[in-house]
């Protein structure tokens, strides 16, 4: 094939590294930021509305977010890799999250609310699964790890209504500009690729072909061929991998087998790697959940704090984890993710236990912030594991692997 003609507006910029990451870590700042919001202020909503057992009512708020993102993480990321596209079903997250704040903000009943956080958890699971696929898809193996990282740095952000729709409007620009890295092959770009590889390569391939990667070539499978193991849409590209003697083989997963949800867990079970990394994702939202429904009415029943302030208390707290997901990711790429795993877990016992204490605010939320900083700094060595299990397990996708991590943080 040869490459496409009329290349699109800003093309190298909009399908770099450096854009389609800063996008995916807008994207989860907005999920977080959004998602937040429930922690400092519903509790005093519900109050306002003279609901009775309110840490109750939180709880069911939360469990209605999960529930929509359990039960949409299997369709969404089984429909992202069958057909190769990431930037729509982004987008169509947005609209599901604008349409979720206005209806928080307005809401006049408990109900009301509910639809609002089922119709959250859905746009969460586009942003986690479609998202860090999107983002594996542009990054080369050796930095995924500080690539999610960064994105990881959004976790910890939270804000009022307001604030969360301008910055919804924001992020949705930025998913709109992406070019991702299979349209922009198609343009002769690669960003994974330095200029004397390409042309290295490009020495090597034929006429008929579309050099990728330094190791990877687009060729189109004939949907008549009875040996085709891969059932392609129409004029969808498949990746094939060339072997290149100067290059190491990078791995793409743009079209992948077909799997049912058995299917795909099945394979994840036989891996040992996949199977830590789950189990580290259940524990991370076991923990990082736990506090939510409770934690404002307990400031405000020992130290008599109101939601703004329990609010300004979250962000001091949360401030430092910034640098954690961030620290990790880097070193993941650099020494692997089993001791910073553990590392990380075991540092912040201490100060979980800490935060049961009663004597002093400012103790609390030291505690807090020292808890965030070793719990949050877990994600980016697990969703690096996660890719690394994609790439090496034959049939799945990013966007599986990544459907699995939310499913089993949605648990």
């Known amino acids: 094939m040869a490459p496409l003609s009329g290349k699109p507006w800003g093309l190298k910029w909009r399908s770099s590294i450096w854009f389609v990451t800063s996008v995916v870590t807008l994207g989860i700042t907005t999920d977080l930021l959004v998602y937040s919001m429930l922690i400092p202020v519903f509790p005093f909503r519900l109050q306002k509305l003279n609901y009775s057992d309110v840490s109750g009512l939180v ?7 999960s529930a929509g993102l359990v039960a949409t993480t299997p369709p969404i990321a089984f429909l992202s890799e069958r057909y190769i596209n990431r930037q729509h079903p982004l987008l169509l997250g947005q609209v599901f999250l604008m349409g979720s704040q206005v209806l928080l903000m307005e809401a006049p009943t408990y109900w009301v609310m509910i639809l609002a956080r089922v119709l959250q958890g859905i746009s969460s699971s586009v942003i986690w ?4 696929a999107m983002l594996c898809d542009t990054v080369p193996e050796a ?10 740095s959004g976790v910890s952000l939270g804000g009022p209504f307001i604030f969360g729709i301008i910055v919804t409007f924001v992020d949705s620009v930025g998913r709109l500009l992406i070019v991702e890295r299979k349209d922009a092959l198609l343009y002769d770009l690669d960003n994974w690729a330095t200029k004397e590889a390409v042309e290295d390569v490009k020495k090597q391939d034929s006429e008929q072909t579309l050099e990728l990667s330094p190791a990877i070539v687009l060729t189109e499978i004939p949907l008549s061929s009875p040996s085709t193991a891969i059932d392609v849409d129409i004029a969808e590209p498949v990746v094939t991998r060339t072997n290149s003697p100067k290059v190491q083989e990078e791995k793409i997963h743009v079209v992948a087998p077909r799997h049912t949800v058995l299917g795909v867990l099945g394979i994840l079970m036989r891996s040992s790697r996949a199977v830590s990394a789950l189990l580290i994702t259940l524990l991370f939202g076991i923990i990082y959940t736990s506090q939510e429904p409770t934690l404002p009415l307990h400031l405000q029943a020992i130290w008599g704090l109101s939601s703004a302030r ?3 208390i979250y962000i001091a707290a949360v401030v430092p984890t910034l640098a954690s997901s961030v620290f990790t990711g880097w070193a993941t790429d650099r020494w692997g993710a089993e001791w910073l795993t553990v590392m990380c877990f075991l ?9 049961i204490l009663e004597k002093s605010l400012a103790l609390f939320i030291v505690a807090m912030a020292f808890q965030s900083l070793f719990i949050t700094g877990n994600i980016s060595p697990v969703t690096a594991e996660l890719a690394a299990v994609a790439r090496q397990c ?6 599986h692997v990544y459907g699995a991590f939310n499913f089993f943080y949605g648990l």
Do not use: D, H, K, R
Request: no cysteine; glycine share 18%.
């Open 394 to 399: 034959e049939g799945l996708g990013y966007a």
């Open 143 to 152: 930095a995924i790890g500080t690539q999610l990282g960064i994105a990881m």
């Open 347 to 355: 540092l912040a016992i201490p100060w979980i236990v800490v935060t």
């Open 59 to 65: 709880g069911w708020l939360l469990f209605a977010y």
């Open 310 to 312: 329990i609010g300004v």
């Open 129 to 132: 699964v479609v998202g860090l």
